[in-house]
């Protein structure tokens, strides 16, 4: 069974992206040859438009990925433009991709409705994740439920592929990431990179203390008692702590007479402490540049074996190669 992701380079990642998708991709992994995740550069064209910017955040984002566990001997690591035939595979599924299915996905609607410039690149933007997903052959696609249409849409265009030329993909299923874990941003909403309310996971961490000990709280009085669930400290502490720390500092809540800074320290403190590992990691990452670009080769080799394979298998179906003698 292949499990495949791609992760968009479009900024660092924050707690929202480790808590709600890496943490569970890092788990998923097993065997190279059953999980492959990619650096979704051609995605990310739609929105970075600065050459620059861009190959930073692919380097960032591969040294992220791999300094949060994700392991070359246990999943295949690569650069989405790093195999050609994904993009010619694209061609082949717009042709039989109806324009009303593209019209009605949520991404362009939404995009659209942001201001964004409403270019071919958007507009065809799911056709690309379907290839991404079946050029792999991929059986499942880890995703949020928000993103289940993605996977849908794969489906559906497979289907359609495969009723006009015979079976020639694996139809994907989506498996929905566990995304009960509440993580809040800075100002209480959801942690997301367009509020600018994100505590990144790589951050240097006397900034990010400064930015917790910043984080906006009520004012109601410190003897007072408190839902320890209804707060946005606690829910982010929650994410590193124990279960026994967990009931620990919920005690204290229910019980009052503490400041809110006591909590923003002990977060600022339990945090640090969860992604010292990584930080470390991502660090002798960092350091040995042509041991992550032999990694991102080796995994861009694994893939193009397969997607060579599929897109052989499709160019075969619907005729644009010559028959065999």
Not at 145 to 163: G, K, L, M, P, T
Not at 237 to 247: E, V
Request: charge should be neutral; proline fraction near 4%.
């Amino acid at each position: 069974m292949r499990i495949l992701s791609g992760i968009q380079p479009t900024g660092r990642f924050h707690w929202g992206n480790y808590f709600g998708a890496i943490q569970q991709y890092v788990n998923l992994q097993g065997n190279p040859d059953d999980a492959f995740y990619f650096i979704a550069n051609l995605h990310a064209l739609t929105t970075v438009r600065d050459k620059a910017r861009l190959q930073q955040n692919m380097l960032d984002a591969v040294l992220d990925l791999l300094g949060l566990g994700l392991d070359p001997e246990k999943a295949t690591l690569f650069i989405q433009s790093d195999v050609p035939e994904v993009s010619e595979l694209t061609w082949l599924l717009m042709t039989v991709t109806p324009m009303g299915l593209l019209e009605r996905c949520h991404a362009y609607k939404e995009k659209k409705a942001r201001g964004l410039t409403a270019d071919t690149g958007l507009f065809a933007y799911p056709v690309l994740m379907a290839a991404d997903i079946l050029v792999y052959d991929s059986d499942l696609v880890p995703v949020g439920e928000d993103q289940i249409q993605h996977v849908e849409v794969a489906r559906d265009i497979a289907s359609s592929f495969n009723y006009l030329f015979g079976e020639t993909f694996v139809l994907p299923k989506a498996n929905v990431l566990d995304t009960s874990a509440k993580v809040p941003g800075t100002d209480g909403a959801k942690m997301s990179k367009s509020y600018n309310n994100t505590l990144t996971v790589f951050e240097e961490v006397k900034v990010q203390r400064k930015k917790i000990m910043r984080i906006v709280t009520d004012s109601r009085p410190m003897e007072d008692a408190k839902d320890p669930e209804t707060d946005p400290l606690y829910l982010l502490y929650k994410l590193f702590a124990s279960a026994s720390q967990q009931k620990e500092m919920a005690d204290l809540y229910w019980k009052g007479g503490f400041g809110y800074g006591q909590i923003k320290k002990a977060l600022a403190d339990i945090s640090e402490a969860f992604f010292a590992e990584a930080r470390e990691r991502r660090a002798q990452y960092e350091s040995n540049p042509s041991l992550v670009r032999e990694i991102l080769a080796e995994g861009a080799a694994r893939a193009r074996k397969k997607a060579a394979e599929v897109l052989r298998r499709a160019q075969d179906a619907c005729g644009v190669n010559l028959p065999k003698k």
